[in-house]
């Protein structure tokens, strides 16, 4: 996509928006760790239902380890994969305690050797907490890059290296946000709502508007 193209399309939705946050509820590095291990292939609202009783129990590494995996499920069974990632939060607890004294790290290696921690749950937590430059690529993002031209690419790693490429620095902190909440609520994957679409000028889908 054309160099101007973006900086309209990020110049619009920042006016819109000068500080998206994440719809995932969390009072703490370590809450916002496991609501993301906890969404993958599950919505926000889902696992909000789920962290709200969770964190009223165990909001730490060591209540969490203390909680235990039958403990833990109890409060994650609503959740897609929760026997998976019941195992992967409980081991995750117990390596920040061991090797990070209980808080979470702050480089992408580190993160991505926990348990249930991949690219994507490692970006999040990068920009949401630490406030870098990071883009977690999930399908909102995806289905966005692709279908407006912004940053077309057959993988997610691919998405993110595009974008990473495209978007002018003063906008790479709210990017991952303004990409996600555009893909959720404006250019849904069924029914995208091109008419109310606030980029809909720049984007280069063929089909938009039909």
Not at 45 to 57: D, I
Not at 146 to 159: D, I, S
Request: charged letters at 20%; aromatic letters at 6%.
């Amino acid at each position: 996509m054309d160099a101007r193209k973006v900086r309209s399309i990020f110049k619009t939705v920042a006016a819109a928006d000068p500080e998206p946050a994440t719809e995932l509820v969390f009072k703490s590095p370590y809450e916002l760790l496991i609501a993301v291990i906890l969404s993958a292939q599950a919505t926000d609202v889902s696992v909000n239902k789920a962290t709200k009783g969770l964190y009223a129990v165990a909001n730490t590494p060591a209540a969490m380890v203390a909680l235990g995996e039958l403990g833990l499920k109890r409060y994650i069974n609503t959740i897609g994969l929760f026997n998976a990632k019941a195992r992967h939060i409980l081991e995750t607890s117990r390596l920040l305690i061991t090797r990070h004294d209980g808080e979470i790290p702050n480089s992408r290696a580190a993160l991505e050797a926990l348990p249930g921690v991949g690219r994507k749950t490692a970006n999040v937590v990068l920009n949401v907490i630490f406030g870098e430059p990071t883009l977690a690529v999930d399908t909102h993002i995806f289905r966005v890059s692709n279908r407006t031209g912004l940053a077309p690419g057959k993988t997610p790693l691919e998405v993110e290296l595009g974008l990473l490429k495209v978007i002018p620095q003063r906008y790479l902190r709210h990017a991952h946000h303004w990409l996600i909440l555009h893909g959720r609520y404006t250019c849904a994957a069924r029914k995208p709502r091109c008419a109310e679409c606030a980029i809909r000028r720049w984007c280069e889908w063929p089909d938009k508007g039909l």
